[in-house]
């Protein structure tokens, strides 16, 4: 019982810590603004990530392109990594660590904004895939925890939970991710849609 109440309190204590940062809440605001923007000028938002966090980068772009609390339109947005024979087969052709480079390469538009989860900061080919980004003037958006790692730089907004320990970076990222897609869809179609 006591360890089940101290990973709670953990979980706790990093939530606190980012209700107390107003810096980080200005990004998760910008972040929102800026999806919005892009939605509006006809551009699409991609996420990546490994492991959990790309099971959290499919929750979050499921939530934008089927529904968060509103019943309305879907919005263009999609987890890099759910076509599982182009992700095999550039594994093994190429290497992982361009998995999500080349996807941005092909299909991305200056506008888009590109989403990587990474507790680290540093998984390379979220890395790689961020500078492909820069190039072609892709908005990047780095969730990361406390260092930012790599991301930090190539990150137009980071959003790095003050935490070292993956499942509290993890909860937070998923906490700040729906509060970013319920403002999204606010600001976008207004407190009610269809």
Known sequence: MNKIKEIIEASINVKQQVLNNSELL?????????IVEAFKNGNRIYFCGN???????????????????LDRNALPAEALHCNTSYLTAVANDYS?????????EGISQPGDILIGLS???????????????KEKKITTVGFT???????????????????????RIQEAHMLL???????VEEK??????I
């Not at 200005?26 to 800026?34: E, F, P, W």
């Not at 492991?51 to 609390?69: C, K, M």
């Not at 976008?188 to 849609?193: H, L, S």
């Open 119 to 133: 507790t680290s900061g540093n998984s390379a080919n979220i890395v790689k895939a961020f500078e492909v980004a």
């Open 145 to 167: 925890g406390i260092s930012g790692g790599l991301l930090k730089s190539l990150s137009d907004y980071i959003i790095n939970i003050p935490s070292s320990d993956t499942p």
């Open 188 to 193: 976008y179609f207004g407190a009610n849609a």
């Open 96 to 104: 992982y660590d361009v998995v999500y480079a080349r996807l941005i």
């Open 51 to 69: 492991g959990g966090s790309a099971a959290d980068a499919q929750h979050l772009a499921a939530e934008l392109s089927g529904r968060f609390y």
């Open 177 to 183: 991710g729906h509060i970013i897609c319920q403002m």
């Open 26 to 34: 200005t990004t998760v605001s910008l972040v929102a603004d800026k």
